[in-house]
């Protein structure tokens, strides 16, 4: 199919707010040690060596920390079949978290990242003549149109893996008619993870033969403790109920206003007689909030101790702020109940199956927009409960819950079992990945 070019307003566009998108990432960025390398790759002025394979290099486009650990598994096995990978990111915790998911990996020059490339043409085709990529996987959500179209004119397939659009997002998108369609017919598949996001997806201009529905990779993602993680979760554990066993409780992915919410409720929680010794594990989605938290934590009155700064946990600590990266799942494992962030604001809500698959009862609010399925079949089989997070008395709520759940142990071995029925997902989404290079591979000669 030939490659459809984007409208020419958008590439107007793209290039009149290049200058002020640079002008911000100066200024966001101009205390972190990694600026030079971001503004140089965002601007296609300089980029990493490519890695060395003889499969050629996938370039995957994740978001940022979310997408990045929802593709982590996807990514691993590409890996194994002898792939090399350049992964792109748009944020800072997207970068530095595949710094750290893939150490090894760029030490062996199996795997190159960067910042994300600017969305202009001259930008992108830079980019592009330098990676040169097999195939372009993009995850979840976010689509950049001229670089579909260099893809496009390039004869390099391109996907939308684990695929969503919420209803939200569609009207966004329908209201540009010609560009949505632009980007549509440059892909050559879209991966839905849910029905609805496919309908959306055909209603912007895909065809039936673009779209396939497969479950999400949520269902897979870090659905295992690391060994590293579990002996922390260990050594953590035993330090906690020392003196005796405490009811602990995590509240992850936080963001501002859901740690004030989470401290009210913990109030509420260590009210109760029985559950006067109860201890939260707090842990902030940015570690830019870190230090607000803890400051937060202090004003409220709660005994609190740091992860970053190894602060002991002891019988009086009431607070233990988790405020390092890379260690959510041993947080996870360590608590009895797991509250999961982003869904009491309007973010859109966190990944469930983290805590699901530890087999931990889950709480969330009712912005779920990121993970709407995920939440709805948790609920079907009563592995999570979920709350009006729009609700005035939301805090009150979430304490009596909490306290609903230590006095007739609410299990979340249901949601175990669940994820462990989804673990497909993993070998459908990646048969069709492999379908579509092996489409590919004899027009490139490869």
Known sequence: MTAVRPPLYYCLAMRLLAPIYRMMVKKKSRHRSTLSREL???FGEQYLPVPKTDKGVIWCHAVS???????????????????????????????????????????????????????????????????????????????????LYTCKTRGIASLMINARLSEKSYQGYAKFT????????????????????????????????????????????????????????QTTADVIHTAGSRAVWTMASTHDGEERLALLAHQGLIAHPKLNHALL?????????????????????????????????????????????????????????????????????????????????????????NCHLLTKELRKVGALAQLDATDAQVVDKLAEALVQTYIYRWSGEQGKQLVNAKQSALTHQLEQIISVLHHTQDGRGL
């Open 281 to 369: 594990i707090l842990v902030p989605r940015h570690p830019e909030r870190f230090d607000t938290v803890y400051q937060l934590c202090l004003e409220m009155g709660l005994v609190t101790a740091r992860r970053s700064a190894n602060d002991a946990i002891t019988a009086q600590t009431q607070v233990y702020l988790a405020d390092t990266m890379g260690e959510l799942m041993a947080w996870y494992q360590l608590c009895d109940v797991a509250v999961v962030g982003g869904s009491f604001v309007p973010v859109g809500g966190h990944n469930p199956i983290e805590p699901a698959s530890l087999g931990k009862p889950i709480i969330m609010g009712s912005y779920d927009d």
């Open 178 to 233: 010609k560009l949505s369609q632009s980007m549509m017919a440059n892909l050559d598949k879209i991966i839905a993870q849910d029905g609805d996001s496919a309908k959306r997806f055909l209603a912007l201009g895909a065809s039936d033969t673009q779209v396939v529905v497969i479950d999400s990779l949520k269902w897979v993602s870090q659905s295992s403790l690391t060994p590293a993680n579990q002996q922390l979760a």
């Open 40 to 42: 140089a790759e965002r």
């Open 65 to 147: 920390l979310g997408e990045l650990n929802t593709a982590y598994p996807l990514l691993k096995k590409l890996l194994d079949a002898g792939f090399g990978l350049w992964i792109s990111s748009t944020t800072q915790t997207g970068f530095e978290r595949a710094s750290r998911l893939f150490a090894g990996e760029i030490e062996q020059s199996r795997v190159s990242h960067s910042f994300v490339p600017v969305d202009t043409l001259p930008v992108i085709e830079r980019f592009m003549a330098h990676v040169n990529p097999v195939v372009v996987l993009f995850i979840e959500t976010e689509l950049w149109a001229n670089t």
